[in-house]
């Protein structure tokens, strides 16, 4: 069931400030509080959807299409289509969701590659 309290409905509904980046009456795109990167840009759906797989099922075709046509669109406006990003998306407690909203992570600014152990 999705909470109408966790922290990105809030920002949402502009209950808590944000520095927005894109939006539109379907999505928001901001800068993450809590950077993990250089660059690191949140993308909201406005939509109540607690991961990825209740982002596809309650989520038309058209809708997905616009969340990450405009992904892209706001990679290319930061200019981090150019020199590399990381597009992340946990989903659920083992995926690392820290927040049941759906959304995705957009990391770049620096060397992201993964470190071999």
Do not use: C, W
Not at 3 to 26: C, G, T, W
Not at 64 to 91: A, D, L, P, Q, W
Request: aromatic content about 12%.
């Amino acid at each position: 069931m999705y909470d109408q309290n966790n922290v990105f409905a809030k920002i949402l509904r502009k209950e808590i400030p944000s520095k927005i980046i894109y939006e539109d009456k379907l999505l928001l795109f901001i800068y993450d509080a809590y950077p993990r990167s250089k660059i690191h840009i949140l993308g909201l759906p406005k939509l109540e959807v607690l991961d990825f797989g209740d982002f596809i099922l309650k989520a038309d075709k058209e809708f997905v299409n616009h969340f990450f046509s405009k992904t892209y669109e706001v990679i290319e406006s930061m200019g981090i289509n150019k020199t590399g990003f990381k597009i992340i998306m946990n989903s659920g407690k083992d995926g690392g969701q820290e927040v049941p909203h759906f959304h995705i992570h957009i990391l770049s600014g620096e060397n992201l590659r993964i470190k071999k152990i």
